[in-house]
């Protein structure tokens, strides 16, 4: 390539990313449904192979994914919202516990002297719930109704979301096929760059695909394994144990921390407390030998370590937005490095046999 190419390739990336970030508001609802329809296209196509047409075949599977999720949304949210009620009233009794038990044992078991004063955080808490109302619906309701502004936009993106993503469904060979065609380089570049992104596409939806399911069947064992304990906040702590466990971990140590202190405060028994452990410890077991090697396996290739060390970075640098965006950057970065290190030991291998 050209130095006048590389110039212009590079002008004409520095523009579309200040385009992304000028137009970010307007895009986001655009990209949800790109997210939507690139991992609903799989389905789409199984379908085709059955010799359903493409839009009918969109049609159907676009109608089980919103069932999927209005199901799951009126099922969950009402169990939900009681336990979080239920977990507002336990505030009081978490911090009581936490001054008269946990910090006395600390010091008598590690020889310290810690004053922990737990009263002005436990009020502001509750002024703080008190406030917004134990119902979370109502609080969100209260929030969304306060800015008219935040009213259009939702508005605007539960109409333009699904919308837009049954427009790229049904065309969806299309766009792919212009967007290939649009990459601003010359023809043998232009095939480098579609089979790294097509390498890429190919690590994310994998990874995604597997991770989301790990975290279902996560959610589901911790919260049937905690709720025949007879823990009032199972399902809460299960669903949270199963979302923190897209950074290894994570979720098992903060499940466990939190089932753990909810078993001391309801049920006061040992017997309580291993049933928590073992909970966790089957959690564990399904994770590492059923639901990461059948859903996820090896399509990211990254150490757990690198994990971790992304999840950080992309917090540190973007907030959490960079903590949602540094498993998919850094999955990029490995699919990159990967090309240029294949690169650099071929152009070893031929310069040694020219040798």
Excluded at 110 to 117: E, I, K, P
Excluded at 150 to 167: C, D, K, Q, R, S
Excluded at 239 to 251: E, K
Excluded at 271 to 292: D, H, L, Y
Aim: net charge neutral; proline share 4%.
């Amino acid at each position: 390539m050209s130095d006048s190419s590389r110039w212009f390739v590079f002008i004409i990336v520095l523009f579309l990313l200040a385009l992304v970030y000028l137009l970010s508001p307007v895009l986001m609802p655009f990209l949800v449904a790109f997210l939507l329809a690139y991992f609903l296209d799989p389905l789409v196509s199984k379908l085709r192979k059955w010799k359903v047409p493409r839009i009918v075949s969109s049609f159907l599977v676009f109608l089980v994914f919103l069932a999927i999720v209005f199901a799951l949304f009126f099922t969950l949210m009402p169990k939900l919202e009681r336990q979080i009620s239920i977990f507002i009233d336990k505030i009081p009794e978490i911090f009581n516990w936490i001054q008269n038990t946990l910090v006395p044992w600390v010091n008598s078991k590690f020889d310290l002297n810690v004053h922990f004063d737990t009263g002005t955080i436990r009020n502001a808490v509750l002024a703080h719930f008190k406030t917004s109302g134990t119902n979370t619906v109502t609080v969100v309701m209260n929030t969304i109704f306060a800015s008219g502004h935040t009213i259009f936009e939702i508005l605007m993106n539960v109409v333009l979301i699904p919308v837009v993503t049954l427009y790229l469904l049904i065309d969806w060979n299309d766009v792919t096929h212009d967007g290939k065609n649009l990459i601003p380089l010359p023809p043998k570049a232009r095939e480098t760059a579609i089979s790294l992104i097509r390498e890429c596409g190919e690590v994310l939806a994998g990874f995604f695909r597997g991770q989301l399911l790990v975290m279902i069947g996560l959610g589901f064992v911790y919260s049937i394994g905690l709720s025949i304990i007879g823990l009032d906040l199972a399902l809460l702590i299960g669903i949270l144990s199963g979302l923190f466990s897209i950074v290894p971990y994570l979720g098992f140590i903060s499940g466990i921390a939190m089932a753990l202190i909810a078993s001391a405060i309801q049920i006061h028994t040992w017997w309580s407390i291993i049933g928590v452990i073992i909970v966790f410890a089957i959690g564990e077991v399904c994770e590492s030998f059923v639901f990461s090697p059948f859903f996820v396996g090896d399509r990211i290739g990254l150490h757990p370590v690198a994990v971790i060390f992304s999840v950080l970075a992309g917090g540190q640098l973007f907030g959490f937005v960079g903590v949602l965006l540094a498993l998919p950057v850094a999955a990029v970065i490995m699919v990159f490095f990967r090309y240029l290190r294949s690169q650099y030991f071929e152009k070893d291998r031929v310069e040694e046999a020219s040798a």
